[in-house]
């Protein structure tokens, strides 16, 4: 027979009960990251939560392979609104050491001692390696001019390798705006500038910006200088009013100037002999060469006239640093006494 004081037992059991557990079960959707997505050194767990009776504590563990311990784990605690529910994010941040592979991602919710489903999200790609650039052209500070022949004349190829497996997106602005076909996903960037609307010669900034699919970003921001004129080259020595006497040096004296400095190197100077009706006799030897400005006054010698014919030529070709030619120039120059 149930007695007075065995009911009363009873019913203060069920209250217990009723109190320790809550009315109705939370249930747990992270929104973000998915299965296949990429996580970079800074992420958010985008999530929302129902059913909330308590504040919300939930821990979020990175597993790398088939691993049962976590490499990775963070937790936050958040208070639901009047209807129960939580829409919220946690920050989930990896250090630049961190290995690059697969993962995966396991988020736990428990509300005081009480644990409820959690929710698995695979294949999780972690990269914290920003994008590289192998190699770039044109180079900071070179000098350009466009093409000269083919389909693309006129137009200054911008070209970048990237060291980047997983490029998401990338974008090329020439002096902050965008150019045709200027954005793309692949390793490999190839567009072209298209300078024959361009007024003025000049200092000109190409900007790239690249970012991979975890959200890791670089930029490059390059100035070059844009040449479309040719350099002038002169011979101011030997003289040709004045033979040389046989057997002497012939030292030669050539001054190149372009628009801009820096614009004209030794390299781009070269000097040779010929006879009168232009059979390459030799290459003069450069001795030195002496920068100054816009200008380049490059010096060179013949060591013997012993061995030339009475009359031959100097001449002289000289190509700035944008491939722009000067106008050939020579001298003729007579060995007296022949």
Request: proline letters at 6%; aromatic letters at 6%.
């Amino acid at each position: 027979m149930l007695t007075k004081m065995n009911f009363r037992l009873n019913v203060c059991a069920l209250l217990l009960a009723m109190a320790a557990a809550p009315s109705y079960a939370g249930t747990l959707r992270v929104t973000s990251p998915g299965t296949n997505d990429f996580l970079g050194k800074t992420n958010k767990i985008d999530f929302t939560y129902t059913g909330a009776n308590l504040t919300l504590r939930l821990v979020a563990e990175v597993f790398r392979g088939a691993s049962t311990s976590p490499l990775f784990r963070t937790e936050g605690r958040f208070t639901p609104d009047s209807d129960g529910k939580v829409t919220d994010s946690l920050d989930l941040n990896f250090g630049e050491n961190t290995p690059e592979g697969t993962y995966r991602l396991r988020v736990t919710p428990f509300e005081g001692a009480t644990q409820f489903a959690a929710v698995a999200v695979n294949n999780l790609t972690i990269d914290v390696v920003e994008p590289k650039f192998r190699q770039i052209n044109p180079l900071n500070g070179a000098f350009v001019r466009g093409l000269q022949t083919g389909p693309n004349r006129g137009k200054v190829p911008i070209r970048v390798e990237l060291d980047e497996p997983n490029v998401d997106n990338w974008k090329v602005q020439v002096n902050g705006a965008n150019i045709p076909d200027n954005t793309g996903s692949s390793r490999l960037i190839q567009v072209f500038w298209d300078v024959t609307g361009v007024r003025n010669d000049g200092e000109q900034r190409i900007g790239i910006d690249v970012e991979d699919k975890a959200k890791n970003k670089t930029n490059r921001n390059l100035s070059i200088t844009l040449d479309r004129r040719r350099p002038s080259s002169n011979i101011s020595s030997p003289n040709p009013n004045r033979p040389i006497e046989p057997g002497a040096s012939i030292i030669v004296v050539v001054d190149v100037s372009d628009q801009f400095q820096g614009a004209v190197v030794s390299s781009g100077v070269v000097v040779t002999y010929h006879a009168l009706n232009g059979r390459f006799l030799g290459a003069v030897v450069r001795r030195g060469t002496n920068p100054s400005g816009n200008n380049l006054q490059w010096t060179g010698r013949i060591r013997s006239s012993r061995a030339l014919p009475s009359q031959f030529l100097i001449r002289v070709n000289a190509t700035d640093k944008a491939g722009n030619t000067a106008v050939r120039q020579e001298v003729r120059v007579r060995v007296a006494g022949r």
